[in-house]
């Protein structure tokens, strides 16, 4: 599986840990291991931009994905396929005031960011109750899962 993260802001964020929870993510939702995934971190200008022109949406948001090629998750009996998942664009200023208004660290808010914006390009949405239910289930499992994994929250 290749994962690049690549942090174009100012922000000192550990890139290797979020490459390393793309990839359990990844693994446990069953993506090839062929998969090719890109994690950008960028700044509130060039956020703002990305959410004008793609969501026509004022100012920054916290995530924004681009699906590649149409990867899903397999069902129990399919097998994986190999492809582009995407890119997910992470902005870390929106983070840090998101995170201090939920009273947590700004790592675990980028880690709950990352793994919202892999849903968004396998095909997840919440837009209606019964999609948000599901999303956002799995995004707590899936989050869940990463922190007895790695040790804890921060």
Known sequence: MTIEVVNETDVDVDVESLGAQARFVLDRLRIHPQAELSVLLVDEAAMTELHVRWMNEPGPTDVLSFPM??????????????????????????????????????????????????????GYDHAEPDEHAEMFGLQARLLAEWVAHSGGPR
């Open 69 to 122: 090629d149409e990867l899903r998750q397999p069902q129990d009996d399919e097998e994986p396929e190999p492809g582009m998942l995407g890119d997910v664009v992470l902005c870390p200023q929106v983070a840090v005031r998101q995170s201090l208004a939920a009273g947590h660290h700004r790592d675990d808010e980028l880690a709950l960011l990352l793994t919202h914006g892999i849903l968004h390009l396998i």
